[in-house]
């Protein structure tokens, strides 16, 4: 397998050296000419001053929202002390002791659609919509400026939600308008004024000008624009710009002096007032007169320098484009073809040959490990030596590249797919002799994605079938036996499918579409429900319905999300749990699934102890199900963890047992608190009698290692009666009760749960 040699690129005529010259030279003039009429124009200095007023307005409206954060950083620390309270005279003696305190003007607060003076008296004489939306809205916000009938003055309200308590939804704090911000702190040193500003009237909430400027801003921005000029369409310019309610400029001149008006609505009060600043544009666009005539004189000087460099800089230039042309084609630490080179050769060679190719990526499994089981620089040894391996290995038709993070792009003539893998094979028995992989007892294996050049009913680039290739490759990842992947439509069809998930889940998880289901599990003993297993359910808005696990978490095992996906439904159980606590409703412990690469993760302790305790659930109601296979390849890992969560009143099952590894060292090496059986174990055997047997042992293997037993998937009476004959605890299945949404499992949990109750969820 050969990889080509970039041709050197022919010789071409250049012109001589003495008439570039002249054209750079003669260039350069004009640009400097254009640039000093440009620079200079009217046009240009405008758009100058527009843009620095808003740089400056920008500033002062961080200065100013920042104030006004102020008032709602003081109302989140009132509410952070109404989050506890138990009873609605604690919020009336809070809210009362901030009376007469000026940060809060008028302060009330919100309650099952009431609102209270700080008094606690209802308050009636207001009928404010605004108000009441605010209110309804429970996010934190504010009002645009009204007329307020308690205070009687021009108000601002600002709304802040109380979470967590029984008796106060929400406060309330009435501003009069022109309390809002201290301006004197807000104006910068290049505007004549700067005011707060109603955009439906021009009314000046608030503002204050320089002390060199002699007029006054009066009550009214509209009226003090009259004063500086006559020119009625000057003020109407500005009205058009403030009545907009967006970020913008506009120009008023008068008696010879020419103003830039900033306008730009401030976020802290959702938009409702502007901040406007009026500033001369020629002190504006000083810096930029002093700028531009600097510029022009180092482009002058530049001349010069670009005339003498312009001789070198042509004789280099063949040099340079030669050797630039061969970096392009070349892997610069493997020394071999990279993918542009490799996209040229094999378009080259299929389309001249009559012969049968495929397009091979090969990527090397679990790279990352490697590099760092390795070190980079004997990864890179290991990757020099494939290239060598693949350079001997091919014939004269065949070629190679390589594409970084461990992956190569193979042409290959074959007969077959047995054909290629059969190569593929050699190639890793020869890689795999290399002393540095032998010496650190390392296996290296590719994960490989073919496409068939000349498959398919339409005839694909060279670019789209390594495309093809590359996404069979990646497909193959996750088949752990046999990561060798032919791309076809059904490939393309179940990778587009995999995209499309991809692409859905962090909107998914952002919008609440994952929802948290509890199956109900029942106690043998008891004859009622026992404890609940957490699981979840993904809902497709455009399709109106469900999608279950199998359909996406393997998925997301692979790309990580499973991460945020565990926790976040980690997140929901507890704050049902605490939740229902803290209203005395009827709860039972609640299991909650961990996969491997969540409870790899750095912060997997940190986070699920930390929550619990902030939550403050109390010991037992938690439990984590970890998977067998988690457990049967760490060992340690697992034992360090199970120590960890037993040490904080959490109980640790182990999920799945049976289903592919079912090793009794587990049940040796970790004591865990919970022994889940999987589905297969109630399959039927071609020996019932051995069937039962086997679970018998089991069961009385986990009792004697004071192990509960739970039996998953008893979906029939005659399962049912089964495993409880063989002395199971708990039982798991739709013959019990199928999975819950939160507010049904509610309903069960507070029903009749013996084995006699049937849920009407259908």
């Known amino acids: 397998m050969k990889t080509s040699t970039p041709k050197r690129i022919k010789k071409r005529?250049?012109?001589?050296?003495?008439?570039?010259?002249?054209?750079?030279?003669?260039?350069?003039?004009?640009?400097?000419?254009?640039?000093?009429?440009?620079?200079?124009?009217?046009?240009?200095?405008?758009?100058?001053?527009?843009?620095?007023?808003?740089?400056?307005?920008?500033?002062?409206?961080?200065?100013?929202?920042?104030?006004?954060?102020?008032?709602?950083?003081?109302?989140?620390?009132?509410?952070?002390?109404?989050?506890?309270?138990?009873?609605?005279?604690?919020?009336?003696?809070?809210?009362?002791?901030?009376?007469?305190?000026?940060?809060?003007?008028?302060?009330?607060?919100?309650?099952?659609?009431?609102?209270?003076?700080?008094?606690?008296?209802?308050?009636?004489?207001?009928?404010?919509?605004?108000?009441?939306?605010?209110?309804?809205?429970?996010?934190?916000?504010?009002?645009?400026?009204?007329?307020?009938?308690?205070?009687?003055?021009?108000?601002?309200?600002?709304?802040?939600?109380?979470?967590?308590?029984?008796?106060?939804?929400?406060?309330?704090?009435?501003?009069?308008?022109?309390?809002?911000?201290?301006?004197?702190?807000?104006?910068?040193?290049?505007?004549?004024?700067?005011?707060?500003?109603?955009?439906?009237?021009?009314?000046?909430?608030?503002?204050?000008?320089?002390?060199?400027?002699?007029?006054s801003l009066g009550s009214n921005l509209y009226d003090f624009i009259s004063t500086l000029t006559s020119d009625n369409y000057a003020v109407q310019s500005v009205t058009e710009t403030i009545s907009n309610h967006e970020k913008g400029t506009c120009t008023v001149d008068a008696f010879g002096v020419s103003y830039t008006v900033a306008v730009a609505p401030m976020d802290t009060f959702d938009g409702h007032i502007l901040l406007v600043s009026v500033s001369i544009s020629d002190q504006l666009t000083e810096m930029e007169r002093t700028f531009i005539n600097h510029i022009i004189s180092v482009m002058a000087i530049a001349v010069v320098a670009l005339i003498v460099s312009l001789v070198y800089a042509i004789l280099y230039y063949r040099k340079t484009r030669r050797e630039l042309s061969e970096a392009l084609l070349t892997d610069p630490t493997l020394e071999c073809a990279n993918d542009e080179q490799f996209r040229r050769d094999a378009l080259r060679v299929i389309y001249a040959s009559k012969s049968n190719y495929a397009i091979v990526a090969c990527t090397v499994r679990q790279y990352g490990f490697l590099y760092d089981n390795l070190g980079e620089q004997k990864t890179i040894e290991m990757l020099k030596y494939i290239v060598k391996v693949l350079e001997s290995s091919g014939s004269g038709n065949e070629t190679f590249a390589y594409s970084g993070d461990g992956k190569f792009m193979l042409l290959m003539q074959h007969t077959s797919d047995r054909a290629i893998r059969g190569k593929i094979h050699l190639f890793e028995a020869i890689i795999n002799k290399l002393d540095i992989l032998r010496e650190t007892h390392t296996v290296m294996k590719f994960n490989v994605g073919v496409y068939h050049v000349f498959a398919g009913v339409r005839r694909r680039t060279v670019p789209e079938m390594m495309e093809c290739a590359s996404l069979a490759c990646d497909y193959a990842k996750s088949n752990v036996n046999d990561p060798f992947v032919v791309y076809t439509e059904t490939v393309n069809a179940e990778i587009a499918r995999g995209e499309k998930i991809e692409a859905q889940m962090e909107t998914a998880l952002e919008n609440h579409d994952f929802k948290l289901f509890l199956q109900p599990k029942y106690n043998v003993a008891r004859d009622c429900i026992d404890s609940a297993e957490a699981l979840v359910r993904w809902f497709d808005p455009n399709r109106g319905d469900y999608l279950f696990p199998a359909e996406f978490i393997e998925l997301f095992e692979t790309n990580g999300f499973i991460v945020k996906l565990d926790k976040f439904i980690y997140m929901e159980v507890l704050n049902y749990l605490s939740r229902a606590a803290e209203r005395g409703e009827k709860i039972v412990p609640v299991s909650v699934n961990v996969s491997r690469v969540t409870a790899m993760s750095d912060d997997f302790l940190d986070f699920y102890v930390g929550q619990k305790k902030l939550h403050r659930i109390g010991d037992g109601f938690l439990t984590l199900e970890f998977t067998e296979s988690f457990a049967m390849e760490n060992y340690e890992k697992i034992a360090d963890i199970v120590e960890v969560l037993h040490n904080n009143g959490m109980r640790c099952s182990i999920d799945d047992f049976g289903v592919g590894y079912s090793s009794f060292n587990i049940l040796k090496q970790i004591p865990m608190d919970e022994l889940k059986l999987d589905r297969l174990f109630l399959a039927a055997g071609k020996d019932s009698a051995r069937d039962r047997l086997i679970i018998e042992a089991v069961m009385k293997l986990a009792k004697s290692l004071k192990m509960s037993i739970v039996q998953e998937g008893v979906e029939t009476k005659e399962l049912f009666d089964l495993v409880v004959g063989l002395g199971c605890d708990v039982v798991q299945g739709y013959y019990y009760a199928k999975a819950l949404p939160l507010e049904e499992y509610r309903i069960f949990l507070n029903s009749n749960t013996s084995i006699k109750y049937k849920s009407l969820v259908k």
């Open 13 to 215: 005529e250049f012109v001589p050296i003495f008439k570039r010259t002249v054209l750079v030279f003669a260039l350069i003039l004009m640009i400097v000419y254009l640039a000093s009429l440009l620079l200079n124009s009217s046009v240009f200095y405008s758009e100058s001053a527009s843009m620095n007023a808003l740089l400056h307005l920008d500033r002062d409206l961080e200065v100013a929202n920042n104030l006004a954060d102020e008032h709602f950083d003081d109302l989140y620390a009132i509410a952070d002390q109404l989050q506890y309270a138990d009873s609605k005279s604690v919020v009336d003696e809070v809210v009362y002791s901030y009376i007469g305190d000026d940060r809060f003007g008028d302060l009330r607060y919100y309650s099952n659609g009431q609102t209270f003076s700080a008094q606690g008296t209802v308050v009636t004489t207001e009928v404010n919509d605004a108000l009441y939306a605010l209110s309804e809205s429970k996010k934190a916000g504010a009002t645009a400026v009204y007329f307020d009938m308690v205070v009687e003055k021009d108000c601002i309200a600002l709304f802040v939600p109380v979470r967590g308590s029984a008796y106060v939804d929400g406060l309330l704090s009435i501003l009069p308008a022109r309390e809002l911000i201290v301006m004197d702190t807000v104006l910068n040193e290049t505007a004549c004024c700067t005011a707060i500003v109603k955009p439906e009237d021009g009314r000046i909430l608030s503002g204050v000008c320089a002390d060199d400027f002699s007029t």
